[in-house]
Protein backbone atom coordinates (compact mmCIF):
# COMPACT_ATOMS: atom_id res chain seq x y z
CA UNK A 1 0.00 0.00 0.00
CA UNK A 2 1.07 3.70 -0.82
CA UNK A 3 1.85 6.08 2.03
CA UNK A 4 -0.94 6.76 3.45
CA UNK A 5 -2.96 10.08 3.48
CA UNK A 6 -4.95 9.81 5.82
CA UNK A 7 -4.41 6.81 8.68
CA UNK A 8 -6.23 6.98 11.21
CA UNK A 9 -9.35 7.61 8.97
CA UNK A 10 -8.03 4.10 7.34
CA UNK A 11 -7.94 2.13 10.42
CA UNK A 12 -11.20 3.51 11.51
CA UNK A 13 -12.71 2.17 8.10
CA UNK A 14 -11.04 -1.39 8.64
CA UNK A 15 -12.50 -1.31 12.13
CA UNK A 16 -16.18 -0.89 10.96
CA UNK A 17 -15.39 -3.05 7.65
CA UNK A 18 -14.22 -6.16 10.25
CA UNK A 19 -17.69 -5.35 12.05
CA UNK A 20 -19.33 -5.93 8.79
CA UNK A 21 -17.54 -9.42 7.71
CA UNK A 22 -17.50 -10.50 11.27
CA UNK A 23 -14.29 -10.63 11.94
CA UNK A 24 -12.79 -9.83 15.23
CA UNK A 25 -11.21 -6.09 15.10
CA UNK A 26 -7.44 -6.15 16.24
CA UNK A 27 -4.64 -4.77 16.03
CA UNK A 28 -2.88 -7.83 13.64
CA UNK A 29 -5.78 -6.72 11.02
CA UNK A 30 -5.00 -2.95 10.63
CA UNK A 31 -1.24 -4.28 10.58
CA UNK A 32 -1.97 -6.55 8.06
CA UNK A 33 -4.13 -4.21 6.02
CA UNK A 34 -2.46 -1.31 6.44
CA UNK A 35 0.76 -3.36 5.58
CA UNK A 36 2.34 -1.26 8.33
CA UNK A 37 4.19 -2.84 11.19
CA UNK A 38 2.86 -3.75 14.76
CA UNK A 39 4.78 -1.32 16.60
CA UNK A 40 3.43 1.61 14.23
CA UNK A 41 -0.24 0.45 14.38
CA UNK A 42 0.28 0.28 18.33
CA UNK A 43 1.11 4.21 17.97
CA UNK A 44 -2.18 4.12 15.94
CA UNK A 45 -4.23 2.49 18.36
CA UNK A 46 -3.47 4.67 21.29
CA UNK A 47 -4.01 8.27 19.72
CA UNK A 48 -7.05 7.02 18.63
CA UNK A 49 -7.95 5.37 22.28
CA UNK A 50 -6.60 8.96 23.35
CA UNK A 51 -8.55 11.07 21.16
CA UNK A 52 -11.76 9.03 22.09
CA UNK A 53 -12.33 7.60 19.19
CA UNK A 54 -11.59 3.44 20.20
CA UNK A 55 -11.62 1.95 23.09
CA UNK A 56 -10.49 -2.06 23.69
CA UNK A 57 -12.13 -4.59 25.32
CA UNK A 58 -10.31 -7.92 27.61
CA UNK A 59 -9.80 -9.94 24.54
CA UNK A 60 -8.08 -6.83 22.84
CA UNK A 61 -10.42 -6.14 20.33
CA UNK A 62 -11.03 -2.49 18.56
CA UNK A 63 -14.29 -1.05 19.84
CA UNK A 64 -15.45 2.24 18.21
CA UNK A 65 -16.94 5.28 20.47
CA UNK A 66 -20.02 6.92 18.83
CA UNK A 67 -17.54 9.48 17.57
CA UNK A 68 -15.34 6.98 15.84
CA UNK A 69 -18.28 5.19 14.04
CA UNK A 70 -19.35 8.56 12.67
CA UNK A 71 -16.17 9.39 11.20
CA UNK A 72 -15.81 5.04 9.79
CA UNK A 73 -18.87 5.15 8.20
CA UNK A 74 -18.07 8.76 6.59
CA UNK A 75 -14.61 7.16 5.50
CA UNK A 76 -16.17 4.09 4.27
CA UNK A 77 -19.27 5.88 2.64
CA UNK A 78 -16.74 8.05 0.34
CA UNK A 79 -14.86 4.91 -0.64
CA UNK A 80 -17.85 3.14 -1.70
CA UNK A 81 -18.99 5.84 -3.86
CA UNK A 82 -15.58 6.19 -5.36
CA UNK A 83 -15.66 3.00 -6.05
CA UNK A 84 -19.02 3.11 -8.32
CA UNK A 85 -17.62 6.65 -9.96
CA UNK A 86 -14.23 4.97 -10.70
CA UNK A 87 -15.59 2.09 -12.44
CA UNK A 88 -19.42 3.23 -13.94
CA UNK A 89 -18.36 6.86 -15.18
CA UNK A 90 -14.26 6.46 -15.39
CA UNK A 91 -13.56 3.08 -17.13
CA UNK A 92 -11.52 2.08 -14.38
CA UNK A 93 -10.79 -1.85 -14.21
CA UNK A 94 -12.81 -3.44 -11.88
CA UNK A 95 -9.67 -5.21 -10.40
CA UNK A 96 -7.92 -1.80 -9.64
CA UNK A 97 -10.79 0.32 -8.42
CA UNK A 98 -10.54 -0.89 -4.59
CA UNK A 99 -6.62 0.52 -4.41
CA UNK A 100 -7.31 3.82 -6.30
CA UNK A 101 -10.82 4.57 -4.31
CA UNK A 102 -8.69 4.67 -1.06
CA UNK A 103 -6.82 7.74 -2.21
CA UNK A 104 -10.25 9.06 -4.19
CA UNK A 105 -11.92 9.00 -0.22
CA UNK A 106 -9.93 11.33 0.85
CA UNK A 107 -10.13 14.28 -1.20
CA UNK A 108 -14.12 13.92 -1.19
CA UNK A 109 -16.09 16.91 0.37
CA UNK A 110 -19.63 15.80 2.31
CA UNK A 111 -21.14 18.49 -0.73
CA UNK A 112 -19.22 16.40 -3.45
CA UNK A 113 -20.31 13.20 -2.08
CA UNK A 114 -23.68 14.39 -1.95
CA UNK A 115 -23.55 15.42 -5.54
CA UNK A 116 -21.93 12.49 -6.84
CA UNK A 117 -24.45 10.00 -5.25
CA UNK A 118 -27.47 11.89 -6.94
CA UNK A 119 -25.45 11.64 -10.48
CA UNK A 120 -24.33 8.18 -9.77
CA UNK A 121 -28.48 7.51 -9.42
CA UNK A 122 -28.44 7.26 -5.60
CA UNK A 123 -26.66 3.56 -5.11
CA UNK A 124 -26.75 1.46 -2.08
CA UNK A 125 -24.15 -0.81 -2.99
CA UNK A 126 -20.16 -0.64 -4.36
CA UNK A 127 -19.87 -2.77 -7.26
CA UNK A 128 -18.36 -5.45 -4.82
CA UNK A 129 -21.76 -5.73 -3.60
CA UNK A 130 -20.81 -4.03 -0.20
CA UNK A 131 -23.23 -1.93 1.31
CA UNK A 132 -23.06 1.56 1.43
CA UNK A 133 -23.25 3.18 4.91
CA UNK A 134 -24.50 6.26 6.52
CA UNK A 135 -26.11 7.61 3.02
CA UNK A 136 -28.81 9.47 5.14
CA UNK A 137 -26.22 11.95 5.88
CA UNK A 138 -25.48 13.09 1.85
CA UNK A 139 -29.42 12.70 1.75
CA UNK A 140 -30.12 8.99 1.47
CA UNK A 141 -32.09 6.69 3.03
CA UNK A 142 -31.13 6.04 6.91
CA UNK A 143 -31.19 2.42 6.47
CA UNK A 144 -28.79 0.11 3.97
CA UNK A 145 -30.58 -2.37 1.62
CA UNK A 146 -30.61 -5.86 3.50
CA UNK A 147 -28.75 -8.64 2.22
CA UNK A 148 -30.03 -11.21 0.04
CA UNK A 149 -31.96 -13.93 1.87
CA UNK A 150 -29.87 -17.47 1.81
CA UNK A 151 -26.39 -15.63 1.50
CA UNK A 152 -23.31 -17.34 2.84
CA UNK A 153 -19.61 -17.31 2.63
CA UNK A 154 -18.25 -19.38 0.04
CA UNK A 155 -16.22 -21.35 2.56
CA UNK A 156 -19.67 -22.70 3.82
CA UNK A 157 -20.77 -23.35 0.53
CA UNK A 158 -21.91 -27.15 -0.22
CA UNK A 159 -19.21 -29.64 -2.04
CA UNK A 160 -20.20 -29.34 -5.72
CA UNK A 161 -22.66 -26.16 -5.80
CA UNK A 162 -23.71 -23.44 -8.48
CA UNK A 163 -24.14 -20.25 -6.95
CA UNK A 164 -23.94 -16.17 -7.49
CA UNK A 165 -21.90 -13.94 -6.31
CA UNK A 166 -23.65 -11.46 -3.91
CA UNK A 167 -20.49 -9.58 -2.25
CA UNK A 168 -16.57 -9.90 -2.22
CA UNK A 169 -15.51 -8.45 1.38
CA UNK A 170 -13.33 -5.66 1.60
CA UNK A 171 -10.26 -7.99 2.76
CA UNK A 172 -10.54 -9.95 -0.35
CA UNK A 173 -10.44 -6.72 -2.72
CA UNK A 174 -7.19 -6.35 -2.39
CA UNK A 175 -6.67 -9.67 -4.38
CA UNK A 176 -6.41 -8.40 -8.46
CA UNK A 177 -6.14 -11.57 -9.33
CA UNK A 178 -9.10 -12.66 -7.26
CA UNK A 179 -11.13 -9.65 -8.70
CA UNK A 180 -9.93 -9.87 -12.25
CA UNK A 181 -11.78 -13.74 -11.95
CA UNK A 182 -14.56 -12.91 -9.84
CA UNK A 183 -17.23 -10.52 -10.14
CA UNK A 184 -20.20 -9.84 -7.95
CA UNK A 185 -23.57 -11.43 -9.67
CA UNK A 186 -21.32 -13.23 -11.31
CA UNK A 187 -22.79 -17.45 -11.75
CA UNK A 188 -19.38 -19.88 -10.18
CA UNK A 189 -19.45 -23.69 -9.79
CA UNK A 190 -18.25 -24.39 -6.70
CA UNK A 191 -16.08 -27.39 -5.87
CA UNK A 192 -14.10 -27.71 -2.36
CA UNK A 193 -10.22 -28.62 -2.84
CA UNK A 194 -8.04 -30.21 -0.01
CA UNK A 195 -7.20 -26.66 0.92
CA UNK A 196 -9.66 -24.63 -0.07
CA UNK A 197 -12.47 -24.13 -3.02
CA UNK A 198 -12.34 -24.02 -6.53
CA UNK A 199 -14.20 -21.98 -8.72
CA UNK A 200 -14.67 -22.37 -12.46
CA UNK A 201 -16.64 -18.50 -13.70
CA UNK A 202 -16.56 -16.74 -17.30
CA UNK A 203 -13.02 -15.76 -16.33
CA UNK A 204 -11.57 -19.18 -16.07
CA UNK A 205 -10.56 -21.10 -12.79
CA UNK A 206 -9.47 -19.94 -9.82
CA UNK A 207 -8.12 -21.68 -6.51
CA UNK A 208 -9.07 -19.69 -3.26
CA UNK A 209 -7.47 -20.57 0.25
CA UNK A 210 -10.39 -20.83 2.79
CA UNK A 211 -9.10 -17.29 3.79
CA UNK A 212 -10.26 -16.00 0.96
CA UNK A 213 -13.47 -17.99 0.75
CA UNK A 214 -14.63 -16.64 3.41
CA UNK A 215 -14.37 -13.24 2.34
CA UNK A 216 -16.68 -14.06 -0.82
CA UNK A 217 -20.02 -14.29 -0.09
CA UNK A 218 -22.77 -16.14 -2.14
CA UNK A 219 -26.30 -17.44 -2.64
CA UNK A 220 -27.34 -20.65 -4.58
CA UNK A 221 -28.14 -19.89 -8.38
Known amino acids: MAELIDPIGMSLRIILECEEDRVPPIGARLSERLSRSAPTVSRMVERMTRDGLVSTDPRRHLILSPRGRRQATTVLRKHRLAEVLLVRVLGVPYEHAHAEADQFQHVMSERAEAVLYERLGRPGVSPYGNPIPGLSGIGGPRSAGRRPRGEHRLADAAPVSRAV ?52 HVVRA
Do not use: F, W
Open 165 to 216: VTRICESAQEDAGLLHALRAGRDVEVQRAPDGVLLTAAGGEVHLPYALARAV
